[in-house]
């Protein structure tokens, strides 16, 4: 029997993977990866058996049940197993239900987390996700529309926050716009589309949570984050005016 | 004039290092780090003096200031100047207020993002901050308790979120109870603490909310992370029913 690694490849450019990553993978006898996870990433695992199991949005995937299975397959006849996840396994990612199957099959893993996309996303814009005075909580969901059971899912926290950051949202952005204004959320709050964060092929698009439903029509078609909250407006607050002194930012929020 | 990089220095582990930060580390000539830096992750940049500047909790620390000032001599004077924190600079690290020094007197930056303490935590304990048909959206707060006013800040996105993660708040513990309770948190909402999370001192505490006062009592003096929500709850759901078929988990979630 061997040993599943559950690790976080990163959001996406492959040197924003951990030096711990890397080593397992240049140990693997097999590598399950998600088709999203970057090719030179992939090709560190040089002795590996390569399984590309899904999951790219909007194409087809293959189904989860069907991963938990090969996974405890391949581990039941090799050493070293690398699950590669896009980002980081335990946010979004469904290992839940990944190590489920191998605790059933009494199969050892570890996880191994990874540089999550809102990070390298905020990193590559400039933007910090929190900012003293400004923003003290941020919210990471993945929004889902249509009924108000599944709308209040997740809805009431990112309203709630000071930050946000939407996973896996741009292709319903004019529901979740409809979703947010009717929750109370200003329309006048600061939005950043960020399409292949950490990748040379990263755009960001400015706008406000009333343009929102404009987001599919400049053709974003990679992964992409929708980014809310007032730090992301780069005229509310300036810079120098935090860098200043010690003292709270002084920083008003627009209602 | 020199470049400075703000880096993630990861959670706390030296392996939870990116690979580009390694290389920057590398090429560093100065290197400012946070006190909790690992030293083996100091280590790594062999060439560079070494300028510790704070922070550590409960302990004295260098002013923000301060640290933007050198930040700023110090670039004038080398070529790769390196700007380590502990977890991601983006993410309660004060990184906006040295983005803004470094902007007024026209230095150019780079920013590496890092593993943040939150998911480090979530693998090391093999549960995930989100799980399908339990959890969706994640809040990441730094609290504070006092006035009204200084509550409302955090406390109605970490209520209003299916997991939340609160970042320097187990000296709190007591406040932080009292306050989430009065805003309809129940009492049974499963909590872990976890000390040091991703080094070999990592220490995890599994309780409820009601019996969140008692965190401190447990001698708990490194980092530590308070974790609240359904997935922690070891029983709610049995890892099998997620493994076992594509269907919504049909897991019901306590009042």
């Known amino acids: 029997m061997g040993k599943v690694y559950l690790v976080g490849a990163g959001p996406g450019a492959p040197d924003l993977l951990t030096l711990r990553a890397a080593r397992i993978l240049e140990q693997a006898d097999v590598l399950l990866h998600d088709a999203l996870v970057h090719p030179d990433t992939v090709a560190l695992a040089a002795n590996a058996e390569k399984i590309a199991v899904g999951k790219r949005c909007g194409a087809r995937s293959t ?28 946010l979004f990612g469904r290992a839940q239900e990944e ?26 814009i400039g933007v910090s996700l929190t900012r003293r005075g400004l923003a003290r909580s941020v919210t990471l969901a ?33 529901e ?34 009333s343009e929102l439903d404009r987001a599919p029509g400049h053709g974003v078609a990679g992964p992409a984050l929708i980014m809310l909250g007032e730090v992301f407006d780069a005229s509310a607050c300036n810079s120098a005016d935090a860098a200043s002194a010690d003292a709270p930012v002084t920083c008003l929020r627009r209602a």
């Open 176 to 209: 979740i716009k409809r979703c947010l204004l009717e929750r109370g959320m200003s329309p006048a709050t600061p939005v950043r589309v960020v399409e292949n964060a950490s990748l040379p092929t990263m755009r960001e698009f400015r706008l406000t949570l």
């Open 63 to 90: 189904a989860q049940r069907f991963i938990n299975k090969r996974l405890v397959d391949v581990a039941r006849k090799h050493a070293v197993v690398v699950r590669l996840k896009g980002g980081d396994p335990m």
């Open 99 to 124: 190590i489920g199957a191998l605790e059933e099959a009494n199969i050892e893993y570890e996880i191994v987390p990874g540089v999550t996309a809102a990070l390298a996303a905020s990193a590559a």
């Open 142 to 174: 993945t929004p889902r529309v249509g009924t108000e059971e599944e709308e209040s899912d997740w809805a009431p926290a990112v309203v709630a926050a000071d930050t946000a950051v939407l996973y896996m949202g741009v292709g319903q952005a004019p």
